[in-house]
């Protein structure tokens, strides 16, 4: 099963309550990759880098099944930059420096072999991007997800409305979820979202789980207790990969499946945070990955007899 991620491939400089780091490679792209990569072998990547961005970062995706014929590589220019602290909660940053570099003028352009992709995960990127993504495509995938921010809410609604409608799932945190709906209650707010356009809606809460929603149905699943925590960036992202990974894997868009993918996807997540960067997602193996998921299904499971 093939798997399209689009989205961004750059460079991060991150400091948090405990440890800073100088240009580490990051970018949704990147995270979701190397998380989907853990789980189906035909990820194909569609994003833009310069001529900085590190050759042997690029030779480790490849080696991992990641074909990069859609990454556009402008040596003359420099990749995306971002630099960011995060507050000792960890939930809530500032960003210090943005510099879209070559992301402010991406025209992605999606291969030929890369047209009848059957799994699409649309990273967050301009809604024009993600749109022209989907409309070069030669037949309508399985499942198309997507994430967004707040900041194409306030700047490209119109745009984001129109990939809305396309789209199957979409993948956004709790405040994200209540600005887009205009509703408090994430129950409220997932059907709001739902009549946008996507028949699943999973609603990321950080260090509280994740929701996911679908028609009536709801699905909790909790983040797993970790002892240290180094560096949230990427999480959501990794969370994605995990998500469209195992459901391109496994072929299977019952909602059952859906359930078994957030938790996947909750368990990849837990490895990221565990150092900077991709770092950690380049050293988990598949018994280390299916440990992980077992200690969320013990986390979740219970015997309970009620009282007469």
Not at 123 to 130: A, E, M, W
Not at 239 to 267: C, P, Q, R, W
């Amino acid at each position: 099963m093939s798997l399209l991620v689009v989205g961004s491939m750059a460079f991060d400089s991150i400091e948090t309550p405990f440890g800073k780091t100088d240009r580490i490679v990051g970018g949704a792209a990147t995270y979701i990759a190397w998380a989907a990569s853990c789980f189906v072998k035909q990820v194909q990547q569609i994003s833009v880098v310069g001529g900085d961005f590190p050759e042997q970062e690029l030779q480790q995706l490849a080696a991992r099944g990641v074909d990069l014929s859609g990454v556009q590589i402008k040596k003359d220019q420099k990749s995306f930059y971002w630099a960011g602290r995060y507050h000792l909660d960890m939930n809530s940053r500032d960003t210090l420096v943005t510099e879209l570099n070559v992301l402010a003028d991406f025209q992605p352009v999606v291969p030929q072999s890369f047209r009848r992709a059957e799994y699409v995960m649309l990273g967050n990127l301009s809604p024009d991007v993600q749109l022209s993504v989907i409309q070069q495509l030669e037949q309508r995938p399985r499942l198309i997800a997507m994430d967004t921010m707040n900041f194409w809410m306030d700047t490209r609604m119109d745009g984001l409305k129109k990939v809305l409608a396309k789209v199957d799932a979409l993948l956004i945190n709790d405040a994200e979820a209540r600005q887009l709906s205009g509703e408090y209650s994430l129950v409220k707010a997932a059907r709001t979202i739902h009549r946008m356009g996507p028949r699943y809606v999973v609603i990321k809460k950080g260090e509280h789980g994740a929701l996911l929603f679908y028609k009536n149905h709801a699905f909790f699943a909790p983040a797993l207790p970790l002892e240290e925590v180094f560096d949230p960036t990427g999480a959501g992202d990794t969370f994605a990969g995990g998500f469209m990974g195992y459901i391109a894997h496994t072929g299977d868009l019952s909602f059952e499946n859906m359930k078994t993918a957030v938790v996947v996807g909750s368990a990849m997540a837990s490895f990221c945070v565990e150092k900077f960067g991709v770092q950690r997602l380049k050293e988990i193996s598949p018994e280390d990955i299916e440990s992980r998921i077992r200690q969320f299904v013990d986390l979740m499971h219970f015997d309970i007899d009620l009282v007469q």
